[in-house]
């Protein structure tokens, strides 16, 4: 009896060349952010549920992957967040504030699974997490670090939208809606998706007073480029410490992410964003792929103010941004807009023609190799026919060729797979057309 | 109430600056495999558990973390093989054949925490597989490959030793002791560790005749090099077509490693390498660094017939190799041979000497990142020398300190903080040097 091989609903798994181009995505994102001087955590994938779970409930608690082992109640990590607080609890006294992390690794939600929904999937995590304290030009680096990494993706036309989730809470203090606050922003943050008019129903149905409502959409519909933006909030004349203490950081992020050389067009003030509920608590920031809008936001984040409650009594300040890769690839590639990935590991595929230039072709092999270009040596006794195929469905560049001849007079043919081009020529001359 | 962050024993969770070394070191195996070709796989860590444990038994079995989730039964992998086997039955019909791939991630197996022993570890794996067929030429790459791998990792003096499993198992067919072949296999590949008179006596224990140990000790005895090894062999003048073919495997391995020009110092034949029990079929090998031979074999793998028999009907030969990268760190650590790896991420810290300078800084740490060095600036409010102890705990080569000085003439002070030299200069000429 044969086990059916199968692979689980819910779960990436990728032909080679789309692996290819998936690696090659995440490597560029990880050498954007070791450009900026952030470094590597690899954390556990399992942990202890007591302390995964420590600040969780509702959906997450559901979500999660939990069991027992002997008899340790373990989980696996649903986010890169709670196992960064456990860290920096863990080892604070032995870190270097502030502290600048990278992590990139699959977590794991069950949920539903559905098209373009993952089980597995990676994150990809920066955060920077101050000890008591943490500078605002932190807030106003991340932009630079999201404009590094998207540019490095080969992108030109997207957006990064700043808000401050103090000007939002100021807003409805000064309405004394604060008790409704959570309901009102994961309202509001639905308007691209629902629009104007779903936005005001839904604010109705919460038993927000009319003209309360006109205040709130006067807010959301506050236009202009960044500076106008500000400046309308300002002319709002609202008076409560919260508004204008968020406008106040809000400008001094402008101001910053300006000064880190990131280009206007790829920027913006936009009141709307109010990402989630109670987690952050001051600047927060969407990305959107101008062409792409429907997929939503492919890079987010934001401030917060305490990291590790849960585990310590020590403030820990941090504001992070999150590039969910796995979801992001599914998408890139539904929309086929990712043309200038890598698509091959070999550059050179040797190939000779029987049995008897295996030697040769050895040879060959290494030298390209102690040339630092990747080769492989097709070894098995086929056709050369055959040989071509497998360089074809692999994407290898170029093809070398040995015969008889070749070996005799130490010399290679070199076929360029994508022009058609061949040529015999001694090794050296060889290697230097392929570099 | 707070919950005590803790991370789980036999989880290895490291330091940044470990971790940076722990990259650094995963890169080079990644990019010696890539050197020879081998495509890049990411299976799921998470399979459903019929699958995954379609093969295993015992020990593994019970090592497994396994747990319900709604109505699957699922498991954490415990290797890479399983995995790849499952991936070439599934879609064997998309692959190219032979199929080289590599894969380095994390398995999980719930074994008794000890110092060194993880429960949470990497696997680097490289295979090879055939499509009914694989040539030996195959069998003799891949100890090129360790050879680049280690090589790169800065190591000159080890050995790959290899042996071919069918001249063992002939040997047991010529003295009639197939059915406890199993048992003097296991026996056998103690003998580094236990000496030749425990592994005489546990055979005596086994109860195989007297005239038989005598035998297999002096097979096991053949010293020699290579060659010479391999005369031995022939000269015992064994007839069983196991053993002889086992004679031929060995020495075409041999001469294609020649081929592949790895330096005979670094491989040789040894009859003692037996690699467990029945999985491999016929070329083994293991690697020994010369001078760190206690902590045991550091790369090993070898032959087998069948890959996917589990799943499949299809014959996949194959063959392939395995690092076991958590523990070899850990002992690469404890013995302290570790000297050459890189040990940051940022080559140059910024650091305004106070927030007036925060512009140029900016300015500044922009223009070293658009030459593609890693740049990070201190935003913090602090004094210089916090800013200098920052650089030195993260190992930050480079720290330029900007003044009001600095500011007014457009110039930059570098300090390097190896050798303590420091200088004032344009920041072209600054960007040259750090070059």
């Known amino acids: 009896m044969k086990v059916e091989p199968r692979t689980l ?3 990436m798994e990728l032909f080679p060349n789309d692996q290819i181009e998936f690696n090659s995505i995440k490597e560029k994102i990880q050498k954007s952010y070791e450009k900026f001087g952030f470094l590597p955590l690899d954390t556990p994938i399992i942990e202890s549920a007591e302390v995964l779970l420590a600040k969780a409930g509702g959906e997450t608690e559901k979500q999660i992957y939990r069991f027992n082992k002997g008899e340790n109640d373990l989980a696996l990590r649903f986010d890169l967040t709670v196992p960064l607080a456990k860290y920096v609890a863990e080892y604070g006294g032995e870190l270097s504030f502030p502290f600048k992390r990278y992590q990139i690794g699959k977590v ?7 098209a373009g929904r993952y089980r597995e999937f990676y994150q990809c ?3 920077i997490i101050g000890d008591e304290v943490l500078s605002l030009m932190y807030d106003a680096e991340l932009p630079s670090v999201i404009y590094e990494t998207f540019k490095t993706l080969g992108f030109e036309d997207f957006t990064i939208c700043i ?3 103090k000007i939002l809470n100021g807003l409805f203090e000064s309405l004394n809606l604060n008790e409704k606050s959570g309901d009102i922003l994961r309202i509001i943050d639905k308007i691209e998706k629902i629009g104007k008019e779903n936005v005001i129903k839904e604010l109705e ?3 927000v007073p009319e003209k309360d409502i006109d205040t709130i959409m006067k807010f959301i519909e506050i236009t202009g480029n960044s500076d106008e933006k500000i400046q309308k909030l300002k002319d709002l004349g609202i008076t409560t410490k919260t508004f204008n203490l968020g406008i106040y950081e809000l400008e001094e992020v402008i101001n910053g992410i300006r000064k880190n050389k990131v280009p206007e067009k790829n920027f913006t003030v936009d009141l709307t964003i109010a990402r989630g509920l109670d987690y952050y608590t001051g600047t927060v920031y969407e990305t959107f792929l101008n062409d792409y809008k429907k997929i939503g936001s492919v890079c987010s984040g934001g401030r917060y103010e305490n990291l590790a409650e849960y585990y310590t009594d020590k403030k820990l300040p941090g504001v992070g941004i999150s590039i ?12 086929n807009i990712l043309k200038q990935e890598k698509r091959s590991i070999s550059k050179v595929l040797v190939a000779p023609m029987s049995n ?9 092999a290494n030298a390209l190799r102690n040339e630092n270009i990747n080769t492989e040596t097709y070894l098995e006794d086929k ?4 040989k071509f195929k497998y360089a074809d469905k692999l994407n290898i560049q170029y093809v070398i060729v040995l015969g008889e001849e070749e070996t005799k007079e130490r010399k290679v043919t070199l076929k360029n797979m994508i022009t058609g081009e061949q040529e015999t020529a001694t090794l050296d001359e060889i290697i230097k057309k392929i570099k």
Chains 1, 2 share one sequence.
């Open 125 to 127: 995590d920066i955060d």
């Open 163 to 165: 808000n401050n989730r």
């Open 383 to 386: 056709k050369l026919k055959a």
């Open 324 to 335: 969910g890769l796995t979801r992001f690839f599914y998408q890139m590639k539904k929309e």
């Open 356 to 364: 008897e230039e295996i030697t040769y072709a050895l040879e060959v």
């Open 9 to 11: 609903p819910g779960f």
């Open 205 to 207: 149905e919460l038993k």
């Open 108 to 114: 794991y939600r069950g949920e539903k699974a559905q």
